[in-house]
Structure formats: C-alpha cells, structure tokens
C-alpha cells in the first residue's frame, strides 16, 4: 500500500515568521515529494496563522500551498484538513475549490487495520480557563456573524496582528518544552480516553508544537508532530509502521 502522512502546524501567513515565501514552499516541496507516495494525507490544524472565510471573500495569498492540495485531490490523494483554533473560521472553500475534507471535530478512523485518533488537540485536557473561554468566543456562531459585518480591510488585519502577537509572547517564539507524562494534558486526555477506548492503536494530534512519541500500552502510542515552523516534522504510516521524522530540504522520502 502507499504510505499515510501526518502533519500539522505550519501557520502559514503568519507576521512573526520571516520569510514566509520560503516557508510556505518548504511545505510545498515536502507535499510534491510525497505525491506519488502517498495514499491520504492529514493536516491536522493550524496550517494557516489566520483564515476568515467571508461569504465571497478568502485570505490573499496561500496559492502556492492551496495550488498543490488541488494536485494532490486530483491525482487521487487524499487531503484531511482538520481545523485549529488558528484556522477555525473555515467555509466550504477548500472542499470546494481544492477537494480536501474538512473535519470540525476528533476523527476516530481506521487505516490497514489499525485504528486512529485525530485532532488538532486545542480544548483536549486543557485545564487553562483563559485559553477555554477565547476558544468559546471563536467558535460562537453569533460572534462569528458579527465579525463577518467587518470589512476584510479591518477584520483580516485584526486577525493576522493579533496571531502574530500571540506567538511573540512566546520565549523565542516557542511553545513551553515538553512537560513530562505526569503533566503534558494532551497526554493526561489520552490516557483517560483510552480507558474507554482501548482498541484505539495510534492517538495523534498537532497544536502543542512539540515532537512526542510515546508508547501508552503495548497497543497504544500517542504522538504529537511537532510543526512545520521549527521542526518541519511529520508522522508517516506504511501499513505496518509508525515513524516521526524531520523534513530536509532535497531530501528522498520514504
């Protein structure tokens, strides 16, 4: 069978990375080598820095990115497009115009056998009360109506200015190390999940931009894949294997 990929958290667009030409046709690159090899591949989250969809209206820019996700769904590839809290806001462009699918929520699914659970992970375990009530106002419908009233002049600026400011507050513009097994609330989400879940193989999620492979149970791995920022990581599956591994520019793929 052809391989299945795992990526999340390029943040494309986003005000606090330089060169974000050169950032998006990184990921490009890594899309096209990986076209004739692979089977499905899912972005879970966070691809964009900030995405608004207004009725007739999308963000300027991505034609690069959004250009080889139409290659890849017409060519026959799968293309699972997860939403973030980054890239919340999206409509029906993407199914329409580039043939991904869309998921809203955690995806359970089955692949060669094994089964999978997908998400972004924003909102899993996550006990900060701060974080809880902004993911609240960005997914309120009614909020989300007003902010449309905006013109997108004003309410992308707004959107991009303030993801950029979000990840300045950042040491370094990283996200805090790896908080141990005890701590890490994805991990904490996991591990009380399978409980209930127990026939669940691989438990993969994005959004905390650290690279995490670990074994819960001699069935059961969580992994968290880091990003296409720092780490320029991704999970492939051949059927039988799980892998994380770090994209170099030029390099073969598997």
Known sequence: ?????????AHLGSRAIPHGRT?????????????HKASAIYLLGDMFDFWYEFRLVVPKG?????????????????VHFFIGNHDIWCGDYLTKECGVVIHRRPLTVEICGKEFYLAHGDGLGDPDKKFKMLRWVFHSRTLQKLFSAIHPRWSVEL????AKHSREKRVDGKDPEYLGENQEHLV?????????HPTINYFIYGHRHIELD?????????????????????AVFDGEN????????GETIA
Do not use: C, P, Q
């Open 1 to 9: 069978m052809k391989n299945v990929y795992f990526l999340s958290d």
């Open 23 to 35: 950032h998006e046709r990184r990921l490009v690159n890594f899309l096209d080598s990986i076209k």
């Open 62 to 78: 991505y034609t690069r990115f959004l250009g080889k996700l139409s290659e890849l769904t017409d060519m026959g590839v799968e």
């Open 159 to 162: 959107g991009l200015s303030w």
């Open 188 to 196: 904490l989400y996991t591990k009380e999940y399978l409980k209930s």
């Open 214 to 234: 670990l074994m819960l149970s001699a069935t059961s791995r969580v992994l968290i894949l880091g990003d296409w920022i720092n780490y320029f990581s991704y």
């Open 242 to 249: 799980m892998f994380l591994e770090e994209y170099i520019e």
